[in-house]
């Protein structure tokens, strides 16, 4: 019978969100948000009645690595001197409290959701906790499903913690190790036989391939897991994993989950003739297409040559979670985009048929003539598109380039600027609001933003940068800003996924081919320069970094819409430089996160992505100066492709990070100017001139002056103005001081 990974938790309204955030502001309490909880879960099981196991512990009240850190008992000593217990714990680790930091927080491997980084330090006593588990476990059997706990696997586990010492992961394994098994032993508690108790152990680690570190831990581990008697599956998403599939096909594991979306079927080979199943994750569980189900039947039946049918049912491809709740709430969306979306709800009907399908014939003719008629009409529509041709490369090269932007700009050396947000308070953004209810006139809307500009322009004038931004009032967000200005682009109004904690983003949803009906930032542009004699600096958003946080088309090639992307990027900037515009940030935010979990893919993404930004920036002009801004902190591995793009100045994440970042660009004896970041804006605290004066001063000692230029690590948007002024003067002052 058909399962699933995980399911989505936030509810379909939001309704989590709104519980969370409600209890942290101390408006209701931990049996109200407790309340919310366990109606939405028994919501959620509703909707997996008809799967052969309903999820349980894919829920969290913030993010299920911390869960795991939880239940494992990994937790830092700078909390456990809180003496907190129960949520509040919880929350502290997750958030922080009491003057004391929170974990940290990263990426779940390539996806936008984000996970607390486990802190493991040697030495102390795991006391484990499974309550919250058992707790779900019985509520889901009093309801009458058949339950199945999702935990996170102990190498994915290990593989994507920090820790504090410097022992080995060989030591840190046999400590986690130990609680781990302890977990296991009290779950088992839950059936007097634990073979009724279902285990799926996740470990997305393993799409990374083989990992001397833990790969010959793989099949003892598994072997002692399962010999506590359960009945256990080993989840692995987002990418094929071959190596760890020939290693779980000798352990004594039911059965292996695998996603064959975005992943193959190599590695299932080697559990021909076995008695372990295959959940065949055939479902997208990362977009929110309707799934070609005749096309995904062919593949299932493949794995027919390895294994009886009857070992063989369908899934997801990883958790739901990283897909909206149902498109059922969706009816601003175009009739014909609608029909061709499915969110998570809907998948589960898909899998549902998939597998009646599969094991005979479609449960549901109708539905499934339905879904081929869609199908048909989706893989047409991607026919008979070319991108014009159109070059790839600046006109002249680098040094030649920056010479004749040398004596135009004529900027002093270590040159200020600014990443290109301005603070954003709650009346600027109530004003964006009425205007896109038409509440306010479009006048009224134009002036509104003017005076921000005037004002942005005067604050920046006031503390003597050298290039100025106009301070981006226009925009939501960086993405969705210019995805509302192109063809191809469609927004939902609830297709929220999870991103982390309460917090949740609705990606734009790029349907068509896509097309800049008229310029979208150069009224703004031109009219903040037209208030200063310092020059401006036009502010975009890249084609990778649209296409990275976007739900994109899948009946045509990624690249190819990140090409589409590109084209309608570089119109934009010849409409600048036309306009005036002497220097044009492109910022790609989102290039790093881009980049594929396995090895072998990761030339072809370097590829296509720099080619991207390179037919973006490749229309200006010698003397117009391409900026671009990465938000990140590690470059090491991906100083080829900066490079490869060619542009004239980037500005990159450093405060937090001393000049060690910034080696990474002297390693390669990158040529180009740069701005490593000189504060970090994620704190309120404001930098003092002495501070700042060091961080550069320390730049300089990797890089020549000629080189550098200074600037916060990136957008102020969530700063107060209070915090900017006093932070860029000092910035301003710090510089004069060593210029
Ligand atoms: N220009 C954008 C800003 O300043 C860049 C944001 C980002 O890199 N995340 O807000
Ligand atoms: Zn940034």
């Known amino acids: 019978m058909a399962i699933i990974v995980g399911f989505p938790r936030i509810g379909a309204q939001r309704e989590l969100k709104r519980a969370l955030e409600s209890y942290w502001g101390g408006k209701s309490s931990a049996q109200d948000l407790q309340a919310v909880a366990k109606e939405l879960r028994a919501t959620h099981w509703n909707h997996q009645k008809n799967l052969e196991y309903v999820c349980v512990n894919d829920f969290s009240f913030y993010d299920n690595m911390l869960d795991m850190s939880v239940a494992l008992g990994a937790i830092p000593k700078r909390f456990r001197a809180l003496e907190l217990s129960g949520l509040e714990l919880y929350f502290a680790m997750a958030r922080g409290a009491k003057g004391v930091a929170a974990q940290e927080m990263t990426k779940w491997f390539n996806t936008n959701y984000h996970y607390v980084v486990p802190e493991l330090e040697l030495g102390v006593v795991y006391q484990i906790n499974a309550d919250r588990i058992k707790e779900q476990y019985n509520e889901a059997k009093q309801l009458g499903y058949k339950p199945k706990i999702s935990l996170v696997g102990i190498f994915t586990y290990l593989a994507l913690s920090k820790f504090v010492d410097s022992s080995s992961f060989e030591e840190h394994y046999h400590a986690i190790k130990k609680a781990y098994i302890a977990l296991l032993k009290d779950i088992a508690t839950l059936e007097p036989n634990a073979k009724d108790i279902v285990i799926q152990c996740d470990e997305p680690i393993f799409v990374r391939g083989h990992d001397s570190r833990f790969y010959h831990l ?273 927004f939902s109004q609830n297709a929220w996924v999870q991103s982390y904690g309460s917090r949740c983003v609705k990606p734009p949803i790029i349907y068509a081919n896509v097309n800049r009906a008229k310029p979208m930032t150069v009224e703004w542009i031109t009219f903040a320069q037209s208030l200063t004699t310092k020059p401006m600096k036009g502010m975009l958003t890249g084609p990778v970094t649209i296409l990275n946080w976007s739900f994109v088309r899948d009946d045509i090639p990624r690249k190819l819409v990140c090409m589409q992307i590109a084209h309608e990027i570089a119109k934009e900037i010849d409409d600048l430089q036309n306009a005036g515009v002497k220097i044009i940030q492109v910022d790609e935010a989102a290039f790093k996160e881009g980049y594929p979990l396995r090895r072998e893919k990761v030339a072809d993404y370097e590829q296509w992505a720099s080619e991207a930004f390179r037919i973006a920036t490749a229309v200006a002009k010698p003397e117009t100066q391409i900026h671009t801004h990465m938000c990140y902190s590690d470059f090491n591995d991906i100083m080829d492709s900066i490079q490869s793009l060619d542009a004239d100045v980037i500005s990159i994440e450093c405060a937090r990070s001393g000049n060690e970042l910034l080696k990474a660009f002297q390693k390669v004896g990158y040529k180009h100017e740069v701005g490593p970041g000189v504060y970090d804006i994620h704190s309120p605290q404001i930098p003092t001139t002495d501070n700042i004066k060091r961080q550069i001063q320390a730049f300089l000692e990797v890089l020549p002056k000629e080189q550098l230029w200074i600037n916060p690590d990136c957008g102020l948007k969530t700063r107060k103005d209070a915090e900017v002024r006093p932070s860029l003067k000092n910035m301003v002052d710090a510089v004069q001081a060593l210029r």
């Open 218 to 490: 793989i099949e003892p581990f598994y072997n002692e897991l399962k010999a506590l008697g359960f009945t256990l599956f080993i989840s692995s998403y987002f990418e094929e994993c071959s190596e760890a599939l020939a290693i779980l096909a000798k352990t004594n594991i039911d059965g292996v989950i695998v996603d064959l979306v975005y992943g193959s079927t190599k590695g299932l080979e080697h559990f021909k003739g076995s008695k372990k199943k295959i959940y065949a994750g055939l479902v997208d569980g990362r977009n929110i297409w309707v799934t070609p189900l005749a096309k995904r039947l062919e593949v299932a039946k493949q794995l027919q040559a390895l294994l009886p049918s009857e070992q063989i049912s369908m899934s997801s491809s990883c958790s739901l979670l990283h897909v909206p709740y149902t498109k059922a709430n969706e009816n601003k969306l175009p009739a014909k985009l609608h029909a061709h979306i499915a969110f998570a709800i809907e998948k589960i009907d898909e899998i549902l048929l998939l597998e009646s399908a599969f094991k005979g014939a479609p449960s549901n003719a109708s539905a499934w003539a339905e879904n081929e008629r869609i199908s048909a009409e989706r893989s047409s529509a991607a026919q008979g598109f070319s991108l014009p041709n159109v070059a790839s490369k600046r006109s002249k090269p680098y040094t030649e380039r920056i010479a004749i932007q040398h004596k135009l700009l004529n900027l002093p050396p270590l040159p200020t600027t600014t990443i290109g947000s301005f603070p954003q308070n709650p009346d600027l953004r109530n004003l964006r609001r009425d205007f896109k209810k038409g509440v306010i006139s479009e006048q009224a809307y134009n002036d509104g933003i003017k005076d921000y500009i005037r004002e942005c322009v005067k604050l920046q004038e006031d503390v003597g940068l050298d290039v100025l931004v106009h301070g981006e009032p226009e925009r939501n967000d960086m993405v969705e800003y210019f995805g509302e200005q192109m063809e191809g682009f469609a």
